[in-house]
């Protein structure tokens, strides 16, 4: 129970989405109080959390408050709340990516509080601290001591990209070498199947977010196999970055192709417990991605290694 409540705190926002579940379930209409007890009592959570909850009901107009009387519903119709409900749920979601997008345009320095970003947006601190804590699950964002949040380095120059890819190539194969590697074939196979997929598209049709997304994808498979829970902490928050910060880059058609083809000599070497060779094959890849450079890009470097042919 204490775990429970503990997780609760961490996220008044599904802890919202909760109780307009709640109060959906119960008919309840515009005027209905809602009674802090109660609703502590079914969420399972002290009165603390459900208060923050109803004040972020409260700012979407959800909720309305009355004094010495507490909280009451302010839409009358059931389809009224089920839409106040799909809004909230973008909410947070919504601001994360202004404020992502304000990082990336510089617009926002490395260090910020609160009640700066909450001016800055018009925003209520709750909303604030709630799309910063979605950042810091993508690793974009970390809480500092205090009240300011630091924002990790952005993932979109030539020299941020280059020191992304050194700092997996120390890691990643090592990462595949410590002691415990175990491969999920279920995953391996449907990654193994969406990358197959993407190979059969027309040349110059694979867009760069489609790539973007199935490589930190694999990626991303790579440190969950890791038993070393350091390395696969570690690259999971890299890859996060990645997909969040990482503007789509002009990367030849050949060259994605050739990606996807390395994606899958490393898992046909995974899949048959040969480490060392996967490791190897992910030292080739991520070095032949270092060397992706617009000045590079069209010289039409020859594959490593080929797949057979069915």
Not at 84 to 111: C, H, M, T, Y
Request: hydrophobic fraction near 40%.
């Amino acid at each position: 129970m204490a775990e429970t409540r503990r997780n609760a705190r961490q996220n008044h926002l599904t802890l919202a989405q909760q109780i307009i579940n709640i109060a959906l379930e119960r008919a309840m209409k515009a005027g209905d109080h809602l009674p802090e007890k109660l609703f502590s009592d079914i969420c399972g959570v002290s009165r603390t959390p459900v208060r923050a909850a109803f004040r972020l009901l409260e700012e979407n107009n959800i909720l309305t408050r009355r004094e010495e009387e507490g909280y009451f519903l302010a839409v009358s119709e059931s389809d009224d709340l089920a839409q106040a409900a799909q809004a909230l749920e973008g909410l947070e979601q919504s601001l994360a990516d202004r404020i992502l997008s304000d990082r990336a345009e510089r617009r926002i320095g490395d260090v910020q509080s609160v009640s700066a970003l909450a001016r800055k947006y018009n925003a209520s601190r709750h909303s604030v601290l709630f799309a910063l804590k979605i950042l810091s699950q993508d690793g974009v964002a970390t809480q500092l001591p205090g009240r300011a949040w630091a924002f990790q380095p952005m993932l979109d120059s030539p020299k941020a990209m280059d020191e992304s890819l050194a700092f997996r190539l120390i890691l990643e194969p090592q990462a595949i070498l410590a002691p415990g590697f175990t491969v999920d074939s279920k995953k391996a196979g449907l990654l193994r199947g969406q990358m197959q997929d993407i190979l059969t598209i027309k040349e110059g049709r694979i867009t760069a977010a489609g790539f973007m997304r199935i490589d930190t994808d694999f990626h991303c498979f790579i440190a969950e196999c890791s038993a070393n829970r350091f390395a696969r902490g570690t690259l999971l928050a890299h890859h996060r970055l990645r997909r969040a910060t990482q503007k789509d880059a002009a990367v030849p058609d050949f060259r994605l192709r050739q990606s996807l083809e390395e994606h899958l000599h490393i898992l046909d070497s995974l899949e048959q417990n040969q480490f060392d060779v996967a490791a190897d094959l992910m030292v080739l890849h991520l070095r032949r991605s270092r060397i992706r450079r617009p000045e590079a890009a069209n010289r039409g470097i020859p594959p490593l290694i080929r797949r057979p042919r069915a």
